[in-house]
């Protein structure tokens, strides 16, 4: 035992019995983190108090987020990490099939009829929002959720969630609330706090609003023999990292909020909506929580779930043989039977493929042109009975696993830290026979566009033929899944020339913003325009509608036109105007314009009515005091 331990362990047997029997178990040879009192060596007395009782502090932290405590994270590391070096494959013994699932075109009838089936469902809804990211990537100093989703209107993509959560209230609830979880980090706690009271919560009810924090993350590791990571800038201090979204699962649980949901709220199903990022392999533990088009398929899915008794439905989108992105899958083990419908990584699909005759040649496209193996974009949909029963049975803890970048071949040094992390996809790993999981497929223009990326670094992404994930590309992203939607009912709808913004190509119009509590999905659209075939849109318009109840019979737009009124009737009705135009800027002192490389010139638009801020709706209340409000096990 070294002087600076056996000292730090005499000081502890005083002052905390607590974090003495801690630190006596992870310095014992089994083990084996006998290196953290290192840095002490050279502190004088008083200093080695101070800074021992911080990392008294944080190593009492660290166990109590653990399931288990750090002594079952080391063991469970030990292992994880032995097998990485091993080379062994967690499929091993798994062989794949298609799954079952349903697979969709926006415009046809089979859509039509799923939606509308999943429509009666949209009242029983909870909403949980996978928020841990902040917007340094992107050049934002906030949490992205306070990013506006367009600057048509400059709704933020929290104000755009929870104005779709009223709408649906007003709409399919008979004025029932409907919740919202959100779960923070310690980097978004703050910032989401602020936002929200700041707004006086976008107009929701203090008792639909649950926050769930995901903590101080888990030790990380600088060897095979677990051993904990201590910061290079501060050698008393551990080096942590996020152990991944799949601790939602657990906060659920540990927090009661389901427990809460099923005894205070009519709640059949919830959603999980989160994006996933494509690009490589187990990035989709970087949290995306700034997909605007999350809610477009909602309906689609409740209704895929209602048809197929699915407890856990994935949404997903077409995906091209060995495309990088997970594909979802069923997986049955040759020996013991286990199944499981579950995303399987890119490159780890292919060679377990190959494995089988019956998909010898591994991941190839089918006659559809893309993988019978749908592309996985991390927004699920639970059947809330099933899914608390599983959370009842297994405290919402999903599998770890680890995923060292080594420095050579022989697998003994790692190039960075690593950790063991979850994934909160990975959850059918923990359902059994007869819990049922699925997918519904729905090309991506309608339901994913991240916005998660730099500028220099979308471009590169641009260039290399895969989506830039910028704030640009987001915008107008928002935009054309508009326009797609118009169109499929029929109305006229043209496209702007593709403009470039800093490096970054996009579409920029027509700018088209038509809010939740005028059509949340796309079949409330054809009540809002009866007559598609009267409908003609140019390329350099902007159409906003923000009012319930408008119905547009017949229009010709070429300019801007705004829409606030409520059980608006437009006839006839032509608009030529200068309009409102996107407008390049290399640089920008506000931050929001930076990053999407453009201001909007507002020079002239026709406005019917006055617009209702939804913030004037909301009642102040701590929002603090919203952690912990369900009912715990």
Known sequence: MGKALDKALKILKDSSSTQHELLSDLTSEEMGQTHLLDGFEDLGDDEFAARLKELGSQLEELNSGYPGGLREYITKAKKLLESSKQGANPLDGFVPSVPEGEKFQLGTEDYSSTEAVGMTQLGKTGFILVAGGLGERLGYNGTKIGLPIETTTNSTYLQHYIEYIKAVESKFSNGKLLPLCIMVSNDTKKPTIKLLED??????????????????????????????????????????????????????????????????????????????????NFSLLESKDTNGLAFHTLPLMFGVSEKHGFIMNSLAVPRKAKQAIGGIAHLKHATTGEQRTINVEYNQLDPLLRSTKEFATGDVNDESGFSPFPGNINQLVFQIDGYNKILERTKGIMPDFVNP????????????????????????????????????????????????????????LQAKGIAAGTAATGEADQYAATRIMLRSIGCNVED????????????????????????????????????????????QSTLVVTGPGVTINSLDLDGALIVHGEHETITDMVVKNDGWRQVGVADHPDEKIKMRGFEIDRKDAE?????????????????????????PP
């Not at 420095?407 to 003994?412: F, G, I, L, P």
């Not at 593709?498 to 190509?505: D, K, S």
């Not at 796309?522 to 390329?539: M, R, Y």
């Open 199 to 280: 707004n006086k919560c976008f107009g929701l009810k203090e008792e639909q609003l649950f926050l769930v924090e995901q903590g101080a993350g888990v030790p990380a590791l600088s060897d095979n023999d677990a051993r904990f990571a201590m910061d290079s800038d501060d050698p008393c201090k551990v080096t942590t990292k996020p152990h991944g979204h799949g601790d939602i699962h657990s906060l659920m649980y540990k927090d009661g909020i389901i427990r809460k949901w099923k005894q205070d709220f009519d709640i059949k199903y919830v959603v999980l909506f989160q994006s996933a990022d494509w690009r490589s």
């Open 496 to 539: 702007a020339d593709p403009v470039n913004y800093n490096g970054i190509e996009v579409v920029p119009g027509p700018a088209i913003v038509i809010k939740a509590k005028v059509a949340c999905c796309p079949g409330e659209l054809k009540s809002v325009f009866p007559s598609p075939e009267k409908i003609k849109i140019g390329s």
């Open 607 to 631: 406005v019917i009515g006055v617009e209702v801020n939804s913030v004037a709706d909301g009642e102040p209340f701590s929002v603090e005091g919203r952690f912990g409000c369900g009912i």
């Open 405 to 460: 970048k080594y420095k050579d071949e022989s697998k003994t040094v790692f190039k960075k830290p690593t950790r063991l992390e979850c994934m909160m996809q990975d959850f059918p790993t923990v359902m059994e026979e007869g819990e049922k999981a699925g997918f519904t497929q729905i090309a991506s223009e309608i339901c994913f566009s991240p916005v998660k990326n730099s500028v220099p670094d979308g471009a590169a």
